[in-house]
């Protein structure tokens, strides 16, 4: 992963770029990464918008062909990337870092990357996945509005982080974890996955239709779907049924 590497200067979003790529056939080696200074389209979950100051950030998308991957099994693929990029951080945050549900990347309460997986898809096998990421590494300030839920890795080491080495760190680590997923061997990949997660066993409030209720995490089902302890028993949610309350 990260081999074949594309750099661009100014690009809509590296997801799109990459998919345009793939569906015009471009002959592209898997682990293709291409990487942005500047995404001025970029794109985040359910829809919203990925900002990220231009130079200072890692915006980046991963080529991967998971077809030994059956559709049903693609959480697999969310949680091994999200815990490489765990791993990846950790080396130079030692503590505080946690993955929320499905897949964002938290330090404490704050928001520091996401993650947004786009399949092209042939039947029921995925025949390109491209994971897209976006890291927020070397902003030092957020606009007011996202200023309590977003941070970035300057707000919590003070200092500037080499992006090319990050990025390098960051590709290692999802090769590693996909290879081994590719192998088959379930090495604990959803107890991992739950070691990692953000409010994990803790009391909190999440939102439902505008309705607020308190609940603890229990699990995290093998399709992703997560389970919460509540007063009214447990429940199943799937990805945007409910939202996190923020602290
Ligand atoms: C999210 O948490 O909402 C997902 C954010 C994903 C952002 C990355 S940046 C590189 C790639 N290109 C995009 O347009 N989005 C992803």
Redesign the pocket.
Known sequence: VGQNLIKLLAVD???NFLKRMVSNSEPLPEGTVIMAEN?YE????AG?K?HAEPGKNL???VLLHPSFLPLNEQFNLNMTISIAIQKALSGIIDKGLSIKWPN?IYFMDKKIG???LENIVSGSRIKACII???INVNQEIYETELEHRAGSIFQILHRHVDLVALLAEICSHIEAGYLKLKAGKDSGLRKEYLSYLYQYNIKANYRQNGEIIEGRITDVSESGLLSLETSDGLKTYNFKEIEFVHP
């Not at 970029?42 to 979950?45: E, K, T, Y």
């Open positions: 979003s590296t997801n995404q970029g794109r985040g979950q919203n990925w915006t980046f998308s964002d996401g993650l947004l897209g990421i976006g």
